[in-house]
């Protein structure tokens, strides 16, 4: 007789536990894949976030670096020959030899720190370089030209009309001269700089591509630039050579 109850006790238990069971795992399922469904969905867009962030930080060091005025170190070389074509005296050629040096310092200092531009560097040194010894000879032909002058001056008090006539077209000549061949040294600085830009310009490029396509730069520059190096060897022009009028053969 006490028996069974307890069975049907026991029965209801068995059911209100598994009606629980059934609870639980009908309910909770769903919301715990909401849930993980809403975890993704939160991170998904954190990571869409960082993308977009990074995005806008590359277009906004683009446009700086776009914005950034490009060094100007040819304009060194362009000044130093200025100064040394307006130099009428030793002094005034002293003091353009004086400025060259300076820069070449400065530049010097300055392709360690812009190793970017170090082609542009390196060729307005060598065109400073140049400017100093060419400033050493402009001494030299002053010199020349006012020794020439007195014995011009000298021979006209004496009355040595041919002579003086003579030294005077000599001089004339001389000065002339001097004023191509300084006149030449821009030309030259020009070429210089205009090879050394696009060498720059084709490294920086290539750079830029080597790193996108994630294969060595050095190996592509290298091989890329050389036509570059090539050509500026070729357009090195000796301005310095002597300079003689043009023959013409009359002869029939």
Known sequence: MGS???SAVAREDQVTIGQQEESYFGYSVPLAQSMKKQQKKESSSIT???????????L????????????????????AYARLSRARTVGEVSSAAGYARRRIAQLQAARRSDPDHADQISAAI?????????????KLELNREQLARARQKRA?????????????RELQHKQTMRKLRESSYFRETDIANRFANQLTATKMELKAQAEQLGISARAAMDAAVQGYSEGTQLATVDVDAPMSAPQVDVQA
Not at 70 to 76: C, F, I, K, S, V
């Open 156 to 168: 006209a008090q004496e009355q040595r009309t041919q002579e003086a006539y003579r030294l005077r």
């Open 4 to 6: 069974a109850p307890i």
């Open 126 to 138: 060598g065109q400073l370089q140049k400017a100093v010894g060419r400033a050493g000879k402009k």
């Open 48 to 58: 869409e976030m960082i993308r977009d962030a990074k995005e806008k930080a590359d």
């Open 60 to 79: 906004h060091r683009e446009k700086l670096e776009r914005a950034k005025p490009t060094p100007r170190y040819g304009d060194a070389p362009m000044e």
